[in-house]
């Protein structure tokens, strides 16, 4: 089935600066990679998706990027902000009927 | 408001217990999702409905039950559950099988 490794598992960065969090898939028939934004004591919630026709989208100050060849995709955050302080998710879809694998999480914490 | 309902927030169970997790989805979707969020692991998928009918069980033990008695509700019952259960119990919905997921705000689960 398929894996996805997601790094680093925690990142800190000062308010202003940018962010990457970076993720692999396995499975090269994944079409669908998905990020997702949980806050503490809350709901993981999709911020921004990319499909395997797409190299890159951007919405407003988060980018996402993939490399279908490396079979790599990574979230960007510029101008970071203490809201952005949270725990990402990246995921990928594949599978017969489409299933969504998610990675093991990156705790970002923004510094005021 | 989520537009995915779980009830209760909290629960405190014993070993020997037997407890429901009820989520209840406003969106009209099809397809239902029970996932287990654990500390340091990755979102893990656990049962998955489509049109009622479970289409998915990730090798979860016997001790969960799920049970999708329409498209709009979805519960996961309990009993005889070990302290290493413990975690946070997401429900989660999406159009169709694949589609974007939307979360509910999950269930914190202590196995005492």
């Known amino acids: 089935g398929e894996n996805v490794e997601q790094h680093p598992s925690t990142l800190s960065v000062q308010e202003g600066d940018s962010a990457v969090i970076k993720c692999t898939y396995s499975d090269s028939a994944s079409n669908y990679f998905p990020w997702y934004k949980q806050e503490l004591g809350k709901r993981p919630q999709l911020i921004i998706d990319?499909?395997?026709?797409?190299g890159e989208k951007k919405d407003q100050r988060i980018a996402v990027t993939l490399n279908k060849t490396a079979k790599h995709f990574s979230l960007h955050i510029t101008e970071t902000q203490p809201e952005d302080s949270a725990v990402y998710f990246c995921?990928?879809?594949?599978?017969?009927?489409?299933?969504?694998?998610f990675g093991i999480g990156t705790k970002l914490q923004v510094i005021p | 408001e989520t537009g995915v309902t779980q009830t209760p927030r909290h629960l405190v169970m014993g070993m020997t217990n037997k407890k429901s997790l009820k989520c209840e989805q406003h969106?009209?979707?099809?397809?239902m999702y029970w996932y287990k969020q654990s500390a340091k692991k990755p979102l893990e998928l656990m049962f998955v409905?489509?049109?009622?009918?479970?289409?998915e069980n990730n090798s979860v033990p016997s001790r969960f039950s799920p049970e999708c008695p329409n498209s709009s509700h979805l519960f996961l019952h309990l009993h005889t559950l070990q302290p290493e259960d413990s975690a946070l119990y997401l429900c989660a919905s999406s159009q169709d099988l694949g589609a974007v997921v939307h979360f509910g705000n999950g269930t914190r689960l202590t196995v005492t």
């Open positions: 409905y489509s049109l009622e009918e479970r289409v």
């Open positions: 969106l009209g979707h099809n397809a």
């Open positions: 990319i499909r395997s026709n797409v």
């Open positions: 995921a990928a879809r594949t599978g017969g009927y489409q299933k969504v694998t």
